[in-house]
């Protein structure tokens, strides 16, 4: 069993930073993604990274602004956010799966509670 819990969500500017954190307890996964949801919006993808963490991919409008990553050692993956917008304000969500990497939500078994990053103009 997985168990995931993130941190580092908040209150920031436009253009600020932010890093969000995931810590996983249990088994060690190997596809760690990150996912975000708006209000009134479906949730959507914005990061994944492969098991050895050679692999990333990006929604493309994140693509350039965040980084994800992960430490094997600490079981963890993150998520610099830079260049903050508006638009990025959702809960941000950490998901993990035991098989290769994929965009679609409904493909990992595993999530957080979510974090709240809110962005001001």
């Known amino acids: 069993q997985v168990h995931l819990v993130e941190s580092g969500g908040g209150l920031v500017q436009a253009g600020d930073s932010l890093t969000l954190s995931c810590a996983a307890s249990g088994r060690s996964f190997s596809t760690v993604a990150w996912f975000r949801q708006a209000p009134g919006k479906e949730r959507e993808f914005v990061a994944v990274?492969?098991?050895?963490?050679?692999?990333?991919y990006y929604a493309d409008s994140v693509k350039g602004r965040f980084t994800i990553s992960r430490d094997n050692a600490k079981n963890a993956g993150y998520l610099q956010m830079n260049s903050l917008k508006p638009e990025d304000t959702a809960v941000y969500y950490c998901?993990?799966?035991?098989?290769?990497?994929?965009?679609?939500?409904?493909?990992?078994?595993?999530w957080g509670q979510g974090t709240q990053v809110t962005v001001s103009s």
């Open positions: 990274v492969t098991s050895s963490g050679s692999s990333t």
């Open positions: 998901a993990a799966r035991f098989g290769g990497w994929t965009m679609n939500p409904d493909e990992y078994g595993y």
